[in-house]
């Protein structure tokens, strides 16, 4: 017994961690519960067992949820309750731990309990239990007190929870897999973190020494700084500055002081020091409360200083810096998908339909016919099943949803309330009971049709029955508008299967379910966990609201989840720790941080992954993207089209002379097209169809039918053998190129090139022939006339070709005839039409004074990026401004700076500086009308209007110019006085207000981000409906659940309304600091008493509802909201407020992240592309970043200077030189002012230091590189000048100490160096250095999108100082938030972008009378404007918030995946580009960064690592590199990209990686390398050959010397054409080489010349891919080329001579048009009477007489 056990115990422990599921083996990460030994306590590994102990887990976390003090307060019973439950589960999980003890072993054992993580997990968890036990014993017995901080021991009991879900924690993958994916996930998240603390830790050394301790207040005169009240405080609390050049100064009576505060007293915020400064930039980097820190540093020091800190903090850390996290888990998020996609299931279309279709065929027509799948299963008769599935009755179903929807809305409460008494059976109610009981009756009655069981198939059948459950429970009475609420509203769900976009939408997003729901349950367990932890954590202090109970912990967990007043949850909970506040800080801090940066972007993640295409549907759509371009182009737009629909009428020339007079001008086409051929649109083998299409046949018919084939068919045993063969190699090049989304890495060889090279060679094996090649265009007999089978065979694969081989030549030539198509329509419409393109019909089409417009406006600086000559490109300093004075012409320069002077000229306008009374406004507008006038004129004289092709109004740009002109022509004009609210003269002040969306029409980048905009509406539309709708639905509920009952008395004393009259003393906010009141009285006044709603929102009706729901979507506002439902409703109704914000918040936002992102992939061209594509995108561009390294290579010996350079290269030398750069900066923790003189004198003395030793690293580095190859390094001249800087400011420190003068100059001068040094270490992490690379690269890519965001901002800061310039201050509006200047509404909207606090800026603009006055003109009235202020508001914050922020986080993606690749990719990492910059520094002596082409064979030798190539072994991949470069680029110098660019093509799969023109333009480059250099390689051994046979020839051979030297002479201008003559059938099948010998016919290597009348030339260049340059020679051979190609593919062995024509592989000859006297010139030389028409027979006759010779 004891033998048989061990080895089925070792077997499993060997495999304990892989199960088998469905074939698929899971890894399992759960715990084992396998091991047992014992029959005795079998029990433990029983699944009920199992399932007990998750529920006892349950128990325990529901009982430390309820063990708090307050919650004892409340029952002390639950104390005895806790305490017995706790013991048992205590009990039962140490039972457990004892089992699994005597299983495994405590120590010893193939598995001992304290080696395994889950056992220690259990036996810490048990540990936990005791000791909670023994506390709770001592609590109950007085030993030790409810509010003791010997609770805080229970923290760790909620993880018990994790019980409940690691058993699920298997996966359809191996376990080292997906520790990989994990580690990857986890190293790139790390160095993401690493990133962002490095810019707080930027941010919080310039905010200590910018700003430094803020403790100025306005106080009252004569107040003791050490002893301050609220009552000596300025009301409300102000900031100042001592200094009176800037910042805010006290008014009359009040003094700016310093006070002495601790830090609990004024707060935890600040700029005191480096740990409280990082802090604070942390808190303003979340977009909370970051405003009103600002406003603190502009009242205190320069607003300018305040401004430009603050506005950078937030875009590069909120808005750059942290969308990174993004980009992470999307990229992480991505590759588990495509992993675990078995495991979430597929993303398949919906099934969710009754019934089935096929297609039947009718006579002539197809149409889809439904079949009911469950009519056999009902009861109802036929009849009625008919009824069921016919339109009409789910069409009046869906009609009854929304008539019931209207309803619900339509209830509205007015007056002051709801009573709680009311009657709420009211007409309402009995209409709410009629829909209920026609929806019961519509479920019973598809019950009675389909039956109970077909029924209930559907889930969204199920989904009905709930709701008609549901609902007939909430129309009763006690019931009804209560908590059942939610399923009336849940009807409107089911309007959208009347919207099959919608649906589909929605499916598209949400399905399949298992991600996003195991997301929300992941989220949900966290949110739980934290809670729980954190109630045990703080539920020792005393009258504490936020972690009193476990509903208030969950609350404030879900506060800071939802980044929304979470730091008013930490500060709060760091005043009532005392002393522990820094732990408080960190520990809520690292829970933010977790939960916003990944938590979040998880969602965003999952549902963009939703978006996210298959591979196999993206190529299709890159196909039907194609096709969709193609027929586009060739319609001309609907005003050119015009001109079709009248008579032609061209104009006609008169002859007064002779035709030899003169000759004649060209018939027009159109004329002549009547007469030619007409257009034949047949289907012609793809092989003939050539790169020119000619729409017009004027000569001969052309036959366009290949005729058939000469040749008879054989038996059948050869044809299926042929198909066989053929299915074989389909289905093998299928797997080859379907074989998943990461790039083939075959085992063996470590060279990527090698690997690729045989990948490739094995395709094209597999593949056959190569399409074209001569092989297939042989005839189909031999010269004996026997068949010949390979040809059938070979035309048979030509014909099962896949698609890709000619579906881009066919798209090609569709593109090519679109063009054609449309330049003829506009020819024949010049034509035929005298007024088409005549500019106002009356500018002559070809009038010199158009011409002379015309140049005017098509006047452009044309910058030359290459040499005309070589067609090298042109490295210039100034390149960048070169193509940005191309960008647009002269004349929409000039208007781009007229338009930028006039937007300045409307900045200095405000309700009080008005255009109408300021001369010197009236002169700028003057100059704008007065240009854009010549401007319009210029472009209508010389393009036309409306109906020519160039006209100014053929899009929306040129209608926006045409209504921005008129309008500001009627407005310069009218100039009104007297402007009145809402009057026509203020609407043309706001259609004014245009003016500088009109930069968008002139600069092309500019209107393409506003196509990028407007291209995804649709899909963004479909998202403001979900969200709407979702709103819609919780109105409803708001308005008959918690309408009329929000109303209250402004008097927190007064509970009733009756009693809510007269006044009292309202209490007004001082300062959030935590000082003593004083002893004067609280500050106040006295109010009326008032029986109302909230300030800012209520549920009354409909409108109100959905106002209030936006403003909780937001985010901004939902904590008021939240509170007073709970205050004046109750708790339980808190769960509607968190439900929404969790549905609206976590699902939907992220849905408006997820379509703009996926709408900027589609129009960069990235949407469609696969995995590989994607990477290959990435490395071009990684490529094209990369430069050549500019540090001499290593001296050779063991000389002084190789061991400086070694110094230098050493880790250890770079690791110091780091730490010394954060030793220095660690001086910045404190502020350096002179007012303490000391301290900076000592702490720049220690920076001196440092500097002395930067200036040692700076010599030894030139004496190691030498000074010339120091200074080719940019890192290195920046370094030495900063080290140069630091040595002027040494001198000037102890100059100005000397002298005891005031250095705050000096001391801004010496920080600024240091800060300059810290950015430095982003250049010495190669992690820091990739992420910074990928958010400098962003901030450029999108320079065009925040030039855009600001012209939005600037429009809208405009239309702001109209409507709300002269509102009067409210609770948020006034004096640092206003909109009187347009700088303040630029500083306010930025402020609202943020979402800080815009809600309640929008309510203080809506301001109406009696709270203000109306008075004659808009701008002496202080009231606002309802209606305009939402939708002014509304507008601006879903553009910009919602949509264009968004566009960031999109670009910083897609630069994310371009820098920060891994070193599992299969294409190029940065090691591999790391290499190749060491080897190319090697070779480039010069550091030019170009060689010569020869010294590009020395260079790959010397490669090594994974783009290393063994020449013995690949000997001929190195030729093929080799001749590339020759050839691409003549002999000529190559460039550092050109040589990586050629290995990056080399090391990867280009039938993945490639689209389809790039990977078409490769392939035909690669076969043309090939065919030249099996060329160059058969040529030279002919030589040889040549040479030894006429040496050994006898005399009488000597009559071939005529064809030796023909020979010599076509092979140096490359005229050889060859063919290999097919032996046999069995040879054109590679399947027959397997099967029995073949008996050769001829020998092998027997090639045949063709008959010398065929035309032969030199073939062209190779097609070069589009990445590659081509030289101008080549350039121009290209366009006279017709293509032919060829193969060549055998080999020729005679004892000692051999030629291996295999290795050629596919040989691509060309033939080139020439002229007759050219074509004399080659016959020549190739025809004479002693040249043989059959050199199969020459070849044999000299390799006889050359065996005769040796013998």
Known sequence: MQTTFVPALSKMLVNRKTSFKDSHPLSDFGPDENLNDNADIDWVNKSWVRGLLRFCAFVSLVSVSLNTPEMFTISIHLMYITFIFDLIVTFLFSAEMIAKMHIRGIVKGEAPYIKDRWCQFDGFMVLCLWMSLILQVFEMTNIVEMYSYWSIMRFPRPLILIRLFREKLKFQLPKQRINTIFKRSRNQIFNVTTFFLFFMSLYGILGVQFFGELKNHCVKNGTDPSNVTKADLMIPDYYCSTNSDYGYHCTKGMVCMQLELSNVQRGFDGFDEFITSFFTVYEAASQEGWVFLMYRAIDSLYAELAFVYFITLIFILAWLVKNIFIAVIIESFAEIRVQFQQMWGSRGSATDSDSSQVIQCEGNTWKMVLIDENKAKGWAPPFFQKILCSNFFHTFFLLLIFANAITGAALSFKGQGQAPGSNKLDGFYYAELAFTVLFDLEAVFKIWCLGFQGYKKRPFHKFELLLAVGNTLHVVPPLYRGHCTYFQVLRIVRLMKASPMLEDFCFKIFGPGKKLGHLILFTMCLLIIASSISLQLFCNIRNFDKFGRFDQAFMSMFQILANKGWTEVMQITMWKTDRFYPIVAIYFIFYHLFVTLIVISSFVAVILDNLELDEDIKKLKQLKAREQVTESQQKLPMRLRVFTKFPNHPQMVYLYKIPSDFSLSPVRDSFLRHFSTPEMNLTVDIQEITEENTMVVKFSPVKLVRQDVGGSKSGGAMEKRSGITLIVRDSAQQ?????????????????????????????????????????????????????????????????????????????????????????????????????????????????????????????????????????????????????????????????????????????????????????????????????????????????????????????????????????????????????????????????????????????????????????????????????????????????????????????????????????????????????????????????????????????????????????????????????????????????????????????????????????????????????????????????????????????????????????????????????????????????????????????????????????????????????????????????????????????????????????????????????????????????????????????????????????????????????????????????????????????????????????????????????????????????????????????????????????????????????????????????????????????????????????????????????????????????????????????????????????????????????????????????????????????????????????????????????????????????????????????????????????????????????????????????????????????????????????????????????????????????????????????????????????????????????????
Not at 889 to 902: A, E, K
Not at 1302 to 1313: K, L, T
Not at 1463 to 1478: G, S
């Open 735 to 1751: 797997k080859m190129q379907v074989c998943g989304s990461t790039q083939l890495v075959p085992t063996g060889p470590k060279s990527l090139l090698s690997q690729q090279y045989q990948l490739r060679m094995g395709r094209r094996s597999m593949r056959g022939s190569r399409p074209g090649s001569l092989k297939t265009r042989s005839t189909g007999a031999k010269e004996n006339g026997d068949i010949n089978l390979g040809t059938i065979t070979s035309s048979i694969v030509n014909r099962t070709r896949t698609p890709d081989d000619y579906d881009i030549k066919v798209w090609q030539q569709r593109k090519q005839q679109a063009e054609i198509k449309r330049s003829q329509q506009e020819d024949d419409l010049r034509e035929n039409h005298p007024l088409f393109d005549t500019p106002l019909f009356s500018v002559g089409r070809e009038s010199r004074f158009r011409k002379i417009c015309q140049m005017i406006v098509n006047a452009q600086y044309k910058y030359t990026l290459g040499d005309p000559i070589t067609g090298k490109e042109l490295n210039s300093k100034y390149k960048r401004i070169y193509k940005l004075l191309g960008l647009v012409t002269y004349l929409d320069w000039v208007m781009i700076m007229v338009t930028i002077l006039s937007c300045i000229s409307m900045a200095f306008e405000t309700p009080k500086r008005r255009i109408m009374n300021t001369p010197e406004l009236q002169i700028a507008e003057y100059a704008f009308v007065i240009c854009m006038s010549i401007e319009m004129g210029l472009k209508v004289l010389a393009n036309g209007f409306f109906f020519t092709p160039k006209g100014i109004v053929k899009d929306f740009g040129g209608m926006l110019n045409i209504f921005i002109y008129a309008v500001s022509v009627i407005f310069l004009f009218w100039m009104p006085e007297d402007v009145k609210r809402d009057s026509p003269g203020q609407v043309f002040m706001l259609l004014r207000c245009l003016r500088p969306l009109r930069i968008f029409v002139l600069i092309p980048h500019m209107r393409k981000v506003v196509y990028e905009f407007i291209r995804g509406f649709k899909e963004i539309i479909l998202v403001s409906v979900l969200l709407v709708v979702l709103m819609f639905m919780f109105a409803i509920y708001g308005v008959h659940v918690l309408g009329g009952k929000l109303h209250k008395c402004n008097d927190p004393y007064i509970t009733t309304k009756e009693d809510c009259k007269g006044r009292f003393f309202q209490k007004v906010f001082v300062t959030k600091m935590k000082i003593p009141n004083g002893t004067e009285s609280d500050a106040g006044f006295f109010v009326p008493r008032t029986w109302s709603n909230p300030y800012n929102f209520n549920f009354d009706n409909i409108g109100s509802a959905m106002l209030a729901l936006f403003e909780v979507l937001s985010l901004e506002g939902w904590l008021e909201v939240r509170d007073v439902i709970i205050e004046r409703v109750g708790l339980d109704h808190a769960i509607y407020v968190h439900v929404f914000v969790f549905m609206g918040y976590m699902i939907g936002l992220t849905l408006f992240v997820g379509v703009v992102i996926a709408n900027y992939s589609e129009n960069k061209g990235t949407a469609l592309l696969t995995v590989d594509q994607r990477r290959w995108l990435d490395l071009k561009g990684r490529i094209k970043l990369a430069q050549p390294l500019h540090i001499p290579p290593r001296p050779d010996g063991t000389s002084f200077r190789a061991k400086m350079y070694d110094i230098t290269q050493h880790k250890k030398f770079k690791a110091a030189t780091v730490f010394l750069i954060l030793v220095n900066c660690g001086l910045l923790a404190v502020p350096w002012k002179s007012s303490d003189a000391h301290r900076t004198f000592i702490l720049g003395s220690i920076s001196a230091v440092c500097t002395l030793l930067f200036l040692c690293e700076v010599v030894i580095k030139m004496i190691a590189l030498t000074l010339k190859g120091y200074w080719t390094s940019r890192r290195n001249r920046f370094d030495m000048l900063l080290t140069f800087l630091g040595v002027i400011w040494i001198i000037l420190h102890f100059i100005f100490n000397l002298t005891r003068q005031e250095g705050d100059a000096n001391n801004v001068f010496g920080v600024i160096i240091i800060v300059l040094r810290f950015c430095t270490i982003c250049g010495k992490h190669a992690a820091l250095k990739m992420l910074t690379q990928t958010v400098v690269m962003s901030v450029l890519k999108s320079f065009f999108i925040i030039t855009g965001m600001f012209l939005l901002i600037l429009f809208y800061a405009y239309l702001g100082v109209i409507l709300f310039g002269t509102v009067k201050h409210g609770n948020n509006l006034g004096r640092q938030a206003n909109f009187e200047t347009t700088p303040m509404a630029i500083a306010l909207l930025f402020r609202i972008v943020t979402g800080e606090d815009w809600n309640k800026i929008m309510h203080d603009c809506m301001v109406a009378p009696p709270f203000c006055t109306i008075e004659g003109n808009f701008w002496e009235s202080d009231c606002g404007n309802a209606s305009a202020s939402i939708v002014y508001f509304f507008s601006f914050y879903i553009i910009i918030t919602y949509i264009v922020l968004n566009l960031l986080v999109a670009i910083i993606m897609e630069n994310f995946s371009l820098f920060y690749s891994n070193e599992e990719d299969a294409l190029l990492n940065y090691n591999d580009i790391r290499n190749f910059q060491n080897t190319w520094n090697i070779v480039d002596v010069n550091r030019k960064g170009v060689i010569p082409v020869r010294r590009v064979k020395f260079l790959l030798r010397l490669l090594k690592g994974r783009l290393e190539v063994d020449l013995e072994k690949e000997r001929l991949v190195f030729k093929h590199m080799c001749y590339e470069m020759e050839r691409l680029h003549a002999g000529m110098d190559v460039s550092f990209h050109d040589v990586i660019s050629m290995l990056s093509y080399r090391s990867v799969d280009i039938c993945k990686s490639l689209q389809l023109e790039e990977l078409l333009a490769r392939q035909e480059l690669e076969y043309t390398i090939e065919e030249e250099v099996a060329k160059q390689t058969i040529r030279n051994w002919l030589d040889s050959c040549l040479k030894r046979i006429r040496a050994k020839a006898p005399p009488q051979q000597k009559e071939h010397t005529n064809l030796i030297s023909n020979l010599r002479a076509t092979n140096e201008q490359h005229l050889f054409t060859l063919t290999e003559q097919p032996s046999s059938a069995a040879e054109s099948s590679e399947d027959n080489r397997n099967e029995s010998p073949v008996v050769r016919t001829r020998k092998k290597g027997m090639v045949e010349l063709q008959p010398p009348n065929i035309l032969v030339q030199p073939p062209p260049p190779p097609t070069q891919s589009p990445t590659m340059r081509t030289s101008p020679r080549v350039e121009k051979e290209r366009p006279t080329l017709k293509k032919r190609s060829g193969r060549l593919s055998s080999g020729s062995n005679y004892k000692g001579l051999t030629v291996n024509l295999s290795q050629t592989s596919e040989i691509k000859s060309e033939t080139l048009t020439v002229s007759p006297l050219q074509k004399t010139f080659t016959e020549s030389i190739l025809i004479g009477e002693n040249v043989s028409t059959n050199i199969q027979s020459w070849w044999g006759d000299q390799f006889s007489q050359q065996h005769e010779h040796e013998n």
